[in-house]
């Protein structure tokens, strides 16, 4: 069986709906009461956002870019020859899958006791309760997939997500090309880099890059 099609039936809004962590927190955690910077943060959360998406590898829709928003999402596999029968459908990687809304095969919708969804958003088929084989058929799969986002989040990801903007924020205000500095018995600081002690070859904090791994998926 080919791998499967991926289409979003209901986009996950604009804005709020798409980040990982709302300005409010980022600004909290920087000690910051003004609103002069606002639209820089939601900048850089939109950004670290996209960048979290592309880490844990969840599945594109055609041209739509990916989220961790709640989304509903139509996978469609098409018959390309070989077995006879499949144990397993494997759904695109989105997380967390939330329910499987519908699940039709050649044009015909399974009742909900003829499949059931086992860990990281497989779909087992059954008949009288036992596993059976898919049918080398078109099979098309409804499922709703993501976090009710901004408020979703696991606290553990979301404060490294805020540590991840924090750098980036923080950031603006340096030449990022300069890696150290040093004035004699004034200053001395030296910076993070990519590919550094505390910042993954991603682009992210390694603390983000662990943070995501549970989420991460082994296939696009």
Known sequence: ????????????????????????????????????????????????????????????????????????????????????????????????????????VAGEVLDQNDFQVIAGGM?????????????????????VAGWDLPTGVPAGLEMRVIDQVKMQYLQTTRDPSIRSENVPDVYEASYGVIGGDSIGTSGLLKSLEEALAPYTGWSV
């Open 1 to 104: 069986m080919s791998q499967p099609s991926l289409e979003v039936v209901t986009p996950a809004a604009a804005g709020d709906a798409r980040r990982l962590t709302t300005p409010e927190k980022v600004k909290s955690a920087l000690r910051m009461t003004d609103t002069a910077n606002d639209a820089l943060i939601t900048s850089i959360i939109d950004g670290v956002s996209a960048d979290c998406a592309r880490e844990t590898r969840l599945a594109r829709a055609g041209a739509t870019d990916p989220t961790f928003g709640r989304e509903t999402l139509r996978a469609t596999w098409r018959f390309s020859g070989g077995a006879s029968s499949y144990k397993l459908l494997v759904l695109p990687w989105r997380t967390p899958v939330v329910s499987v809304e519908s699940v039709s």
């Open 123 to 143: 779909i087992q088929r059954l008949s009288h309760g036992f596993t059976i084989g898919w049918w080398r058929a078109a099979t098309v799969v409804e499922f």
